[in-house]
């Protein structure tokens, strides 16, 4: 596994040497575009506005329009900007996982410690599973500031970056404020309903249904016969009231 970041954690005055590794992959199909009248692949080429000429990958810089003028930003620039940010998450305070709202999380990375056995590594993730905390701390990745979460994970120390508040837009415009009343009644049955289906959790057996189910159509188009497309088929009730639906799944469930 090859490292996309190498720096530190800061853990008080500990410093814990760190790589970083990314924790999750694509499963979806590699898909290339065409045009559609002789199945040529499509290109994309970096273009000169003014000359209509490609551009060389290592002629590209980057650049910020400041007053109808580009500013050029070097590497040395990003790191100039929060030197201790690009090379190190600082953790700032530890809280409880459970109160980050799962809309807040955007991807996560393995740590492994830069030396072997690394004792600050193993101090901070032992004590992390002990006190059921998670560090909160910022850094900078690939130019941009995140905050994360630094969790433990089996035999690693994660860090799941997550979003920051001003993120998350507000739900003052979805019209939720007229929601209908709910009986005793049908509250205790869609109470039962979801004690019925609950069930520890085990994500290894989910897998990506759709990325298997798009690549039997694809073999089978390769091979020139015509794939059997699925009619979906929406569970239906008998009655349009919302207990019967409800006592109606508890029976359906009951007989699975």
């Avoid at 810089?61 to 007053?67: E, N, Q, R, S």
């Avoid at 701390?137 to 508040?165: G, M, N, Q, W, Y």
């Avoid at 189910?213 to 009619?231: D, M, V």
Wanted: aromatic share 8%.
């Amino acid at each position: 596994m090859r490292s996309i970041w190498t720096g530190s954690i800061g853990f008080g005055l500990v410093s814990i040497p760190v790589k970083l590794y990314s924790a999750v992959q694509e499963s979806r199909l590699d898909l290339d575009m065409l045009d559609s009248r002789d199945h040529a692949n499509i290109k994309f080429q970096r273009v000169n506005e003014h000359t209509k000429k490609e551009v060389p990958y290592d002629k590209i810089v980057k650049g910020y329009k400041y007053d109808d003028e580009y500013v050029i930003i070097e590497e040395a620039d990003f790191e100039a900007a929060a030197p201790e940010k690009t090379k190190v998450i600082e953790i700032e305070s530890f809280v409880d996982v459970a109160a980050v709202n799962p809309m807040y999380y955007e991807t996560s990375y393995y740590t492994a410690p830069a030396t072997k056995k690394n004792k600050a590594y193993a101090l901070l993730l032992e004590a992390l599973k002990k006190s059921g905390k998670a560090g909160l701390a910022r850094f900078v990745l690939r130019s941009t500031e995140s905050l994360c979460i630094v969790h433990p994970v089996d035999k690693a120390i994660v860090v799941t970056r997550i979003r920051f508040a001003q993120q998350i837009r507000e739900q003052d415009d979805l019209d939720l404020d007229d929601a209908p009343a709910v009986s005793k009644k049908e509250l205790d049955m869609g109470l039962a309903l979801i004690n019925q289906y609950a069930e520890p959790l085990d994500l290894s057996k989910y897998r990506d249904e759709y990325h298997n189910e798009l690549l039997k159509i694809i073999e089978q188009k390769a091979k020139g016969k015509r794939p059997t497309i699925k009619k979906l088929k929406p569970a239906k009730s008998k009655s349009d009231d919302l207990y019967d639906q409800l006592m109606s799944s508890l029976t359906a469930k009951k007989g699975a």
